[in-house]
């Protein structure tokens, strides 16, 4: 596992500036440079600010707080000029040396801050708990450096501290009232896996939408598919959810195309096929089964809006296949009118949520974010139908442009 530290961002925030070149304790003879420094980095000549700093650097006879006042110009001059690697040691130097304690106190936070910081980029572990610590004491650590900190402890292999300081960098973004650091929730979740798996399933659904990345989508999908009363329909969704989040792998695609031909998804199976690059039996027999279904389906619209709520939503489910959202919304609500629910035997269109998860991902589809969140967190059924549900409420309200987590299944 590699992890960054968001050093760009970070030091946006941080770095307010070195100590003062006009301060008491620094030597006459430096003075003038470091004064030289800080006027060039007031007017943005980093450049020059590094020159100036570099010349007092040069100069003989240095107090120890000269040199980290020294290296704190270098430092912030290094960052704004991108020259992480000058920073990296600059402000290492200057946070290794006990003379910094008389800079200061904000000052001081700022250079610990930023050493850390550079110091985990460059994946200096022991430097990070080092600089992590004096932070703490200081009372001044928050989800971004918890978060180094926990990084600095798991790649030290000691797993107990990684995952305390990653829940106190959740935590402390909790109650920023910011999303987790994206690290932070996976090691929390490596933990989490073996000893609490719902814990880690809430953790990895925190991860997705920090990331919304394919790979975190691809394992919470495929977590889901073994939820108590999960059927071929339900199980389509989900592969229909892998897909639009792009997070179905090439094996992914020729069970999901299987699927949708057994189920007459004619649509969805060429996309799904198509998509993966795979040929064969498969992709043949979903071309001529949709070459078949569009040259009917007009007609099976205007039958199904008379027939069962079975018939409404199976032409339902195959106008979603082929793009035509807008009636396939239109006749998943007539499908749920009329009601879906049959007794004895039934392989597919007899789940009363059915309706209602066609109805959600072809909102989602039209770009009805709101609304799809709304239809997806009144869906009602068995707990493969409610976590498929919640899944895609997390889909829309990330292309919604939300990133607060979704409600619970069942709350």
């Not at 935590?171 to 989490?192: F, H, R, Y």
């Not at 057994?262 to 998509?275: C, K, R, S, W």
């Amino acid at each position: 596992m590699k992890y960054m530290a968001a050093v760009a961002v970070a030091f946006a925030l941080a770095l307010a500036g070195p100590a003062s070149a006009a301060a008491p304790k620094i030597s006459k003879s430096v003075a003038p440079a470091l004064q030289a420094a800080q006027t060039a980095a007031q007017q943005g000549k980093w450049q020059d600010a590094l020159t100036q700093a570099r010349a007092a650097q040069a100069i003989p006879d240095r107090t120890p707080f000269d040199d980290v006042t020294i290296n704190d110009f270098i430092g912030l001059a290094a960052v704004n000029l991108k020259d992480f690697k000058t920073a990296t040691v600059a402000f290492e130097a200057a946070a290794d040396n006990p003379a910094n304690s008389d800079m200061d106190p904000n000052d001081r936070v700022g250079l610990y801050h930023n050493a850390l910081l550079l110091a985990a980029d460059a994946q200096h572990w022991q430097k990070v708990v080092a600089y992590g610590q004096v932070l703490e004491g200081l009372n001044k650590m928050d989800d971004v450096t918890d978060v180094e900190v926990a990084v600095a402890y798991y790649n030290l292999k000691d797993t107990a501290r990684a995952q305390q300081y990653a829940q106190k960098s959740i935590d402390a973004a909790k109650a920023a009232g910011k999303q987790p650091q994206e690290n932070a929730l996976k090691i929390v979740m490596n933990a989490q896996a073996a000893a609490n798996p719902a814990a880690a399933e809430q953790t990895l659904q925190q991860l997705v939408m920090r990331t919304n990345a394919p790979d975190d989508w691809g394992r919470l999908i495929d977590h889901t598919f073994g939820a108590k009363g999960m059927n071929d329909v339900t199980a389509m969704d989900l592969y229909r959810l892998k897909f639009v989040t792009r997070s179905l792998r090439k094996d992914d695609s020729s069970l999901a195309g299987k699927l949708a031909n057994e189920l007459y998804f004619y649509g969805d199976a060429v996309q799904i096929l198509e998509g993966a690059g795979i040929t064969g039996a498969d992709l043949n027999a979903a071309r001529t089964g949709a070459a078949r279904e569009r040259g009917s389906l007009n007609v099976e619209v205007g039958a199904a809006q008379k027939g069962s709520g079975q018939d409404a939503i199976r032409v339902a489910e195959a106008l979603y296949g082929y793009g035509r959202y807008a009636e396939a919304e239109s006749l998943a609500r007539a499908a749920m009118s009329k009601g879906l629910a049959v007794k004895g035997k039934c392989r597919s269109h007899c789940d009363p949520a059915e309706a209602a998860l066609l109805i959600g991902m072809s909102q989602a589809a039209q770009g009805k974010n709101a609304d799809a969140v709304a239809t997806f967190n009144s869906v009602k059924g068995s707990d493969a139908d409610m976590k498929t549900a919640h899944l895609w409420s997390m889909y829309a309200q990330l292309k919604g442009g939300g990133t607060a987590p979704a409600a619970t299944p069942g709350h």
